[in-house]
């Protein structure tokens, strides 16, 4: 049928429908610029973060094991450009990395786990070398990327600048071993506390034990002190102690060995891995340095100055021993070193009870 032949109220509905038609094409085309639009607007957007954000946003393929993206803002963090980072790779700026529980790892191993899937959420810390020369920590946090058939492809993640963050962790691990060293400190003598002193004889006891090598004790006691402070006051009390108990420790030169005020006007020596010679030796020796010391001592002593009594013992560590009895041996010879008349050492061996000479 013609458009002639048509009756008007034929043509008038065709009008109609293709005014209909037209108006849900209207609105299809402003449904479209609307999505193009709101595609520009997050693409726009997140180009924005990318780039004005402290943080780098990356996305790494394992395949290749190289950044398929990295935003500008990588160049804030290592003054490194993305293509540059892409060109020499990030690895190669890393000194050293650290996990969570601050265990260190190596790139090397980082790639081979991410690369297997085994990392799962990853977090690390990384210190690098920027292109100024600096040094700077930057904290990784990703995630696996899945592609659409549920493999993976690689991981997408943000690298921070966390330099300020880990020099407060050093800080405040520096103050945790200055704490823990004060804690274990006699505060007049500045020698190793009571405490320190029985935590260290109980670990190196063990290790003697481990290794089947001796170890000896020395329990050092002021001659009269009690006499002393009553003659010359408690301040050149306190003054002796500190004298004394330097006096002793530059006795002893190995990092290994342990001066510590054992309480009172009583000092001792841990030596790990020292015969009884060696032990009677720094005995002999501290004795001496203290009486070169020169500290005026008239009414208690022969030869007028402040003078100490040694007690030591030496053991081989064995099951059903304890340093107890390294301590009670070491504390007999010492009453023994006071009943001969004191200013001496006295030795007391594990296995025999022996007087030696005075000095």
Same mark, same amino acid.
């Given at each position: 049928?013609?458009?002639?032949?048509?009756?008007?109220?034929?043509?008038?509905?065709?009008?109609?429908?293709?005014?209909?038609?037209?108006?849900?094409?209207?609105?299809?085309?402003?449904?479209?610029?609307?999505?193009?639009?709101?595609?520009?607007?997050?693409?726009?957007?997140?180009?924005?973060?990318?780039?004005?954000?402290?943080?780098?946003?990356?996305?790494?393929?394992?395949?290749?094991?190289?950044?398929?993206?990295?935003?500008?803002?990588?160049?804030?963090?290592?003054?490194?450009?993305?293509?540059?980072?892409?060109?020499?790779?990030?690895?190669?700026?890393?000194?050293?990395?650290?996990?969570?529980?601050?265990?260190?790892?190596?790139?090397?191993?980082?790639?081979?786990?991410?690369?297997?899937?085994?990392?799962?959420?990853?977090?690390?810390?990384?210190?690098?070398?920027?292109?100024?020369?600096?040094?700077?920590?930057?904290?990784?946090?990703?995630?696996?990327?899945?592609?659409?058939?549920?493999?993976?492809?690689?991981?997408?993640?943000?690298?921070?600048?966390?330099?300020?963050?880990?020099?407060?962790?050093?800080?405040?691990?520096?103050? +945790?071993?200055?704490?823990?060293?004060? @804690?274990?400190? *006699?505060? &007049?003598?500045? =020698? !190793?506390?009571?405490? %320190?002193?029985?935590?260290?004889?109980?670990?190196?006891?063990?290790?003697?034990?481990?290794?089947?090598?001796?170890?000896?004790?020395?329990?050092?006691?002021?001659?009269?002190?009690?006499?002393? +402070?009553?003659?010359?006051?408690?301040? @050149?009390?306190? *003054?002796? &102690?500190?004298? =004394? !108990?330097?006096?002793? %420790?530059?006795?002893?030169?190995?990092?290994?060995?342990?001066?510590?005020?054992?309480?009172?006007?009583?000092?001792?020596?841990?030596?790990?891995?020292?015969?009884?010679?060696?032990?009677?030796?720094?005995?002999?020796?501290?004795?001496?340095?203290?009486?070169?010391?020169?500290?005026?001592? !008239?009414?208690?002593?022969?030869?007028?100055?402040?003078?100490?009594?040694?007690?030591?013992?030496?053991?081989?560590?064995?099951?059903?021993?304890?340093?107890?009895?390294?301590?009670?041996?070491?504390?007999?010879?010492?009453?023994?070193?006071?009943?001969?008349?004191?200013?001496?050492?006295?030795?007391?061996?594990?296995?025999?009870?022996?007087?030696?000479?005075?000095?």
């Amino acid at each position: 049928m013609t458009d002639s032949e048509k009756t008007k109220e034929q043509l008038i509905l065709e009008l109609v429908e293709l005014r209909e038609s037209l108006t849900r094409l209207e609105a299809l085309r402003d449904e479209h610029k609307k999505v193009e639009e709101a595609l520009r607007e997050s693409e726009e957007r997140f180009r924005f973060m990318a780039e004005t954000t402290g943080e780098a946003l990356y996305r790494l393929k394992y395949s290749s094991m190289k950044y398929d993206y990295m935003s500008p803002s990588i160049e804030k963090l290592t003054g490194y450009s993305p293509r540059e980072i892409e060109s020499a790779g990030l690895s190669s700026l890393i000194i050293s990395i650290e996990d969570i529980g601050k265990k260190k790892l190596s790139p090397e191993a980082i790639q081979k786990i991410r690369q297997e899937g085994k990392t799962g959420e990853y977090r690390a810390d990384y210190l690098i070398r920027a292109k100024a020369g600096d040094m700077v920590w930057l904290g990784d946090h990703s995630f696996p990327w899945i592609d659409k058939s549920g493999s993976l492809v690689g991981s997408v993640g943000i690298l921070s600048d966390i330099t300020e963050r880990k020099q407060m962790e050093a800080k405040l691990q520096e103050m +945790n071993l200055e704490l823990q060293r004060i @804690a274990t400190l *006699d505060g &007049l003598t500045k =020698v !190793a506390n009571r405490r %320190r002193f029985d935590e260290f004889l109980e670990l190196e006891w063990k290790r003697a034990m481990r290794e089947g090598s001796p170890i000896s004790l020395i329990l050092i006691d002021i001659d009269h002190f009690k006499l002393f +402070n009553d003659t010359y006051g408690h301040q @050149a009390g306190d *003054d002796c &102690l500190k004298a =004394v !108990a330097q006096a002793i %420790r530059g006795c002893v030169k190995r990092p290994m060995d342990l001066v510590a005020r054992y309480g009172g006007e009583e000092f001792t020596v841990v030596l790990p891995n020292t015969d009884e010679k060696g032990a009677f030796l720094i005995a002999q020796l501290a004795g001496r340095e203290v009486r070169n010391l020169g500290i005026p001592h !008239a009414k208690a002593s022969k030869i007028g100055c402040v003078s100490i009594s040694c007690g030591v013992s030496t053991i081989y560590p064995s099951r059903g021993s304890t340093s107890e009895e390294l301590v009670s041996r070491a504390d007999e010879a010492l009453y023994a070193a006071k009943d001969r008349g004191r200013n001496q050492a006295v030795f007391n061996a594990w296995s025999n009870f022996e007087i030696k000479s005075p000095e």
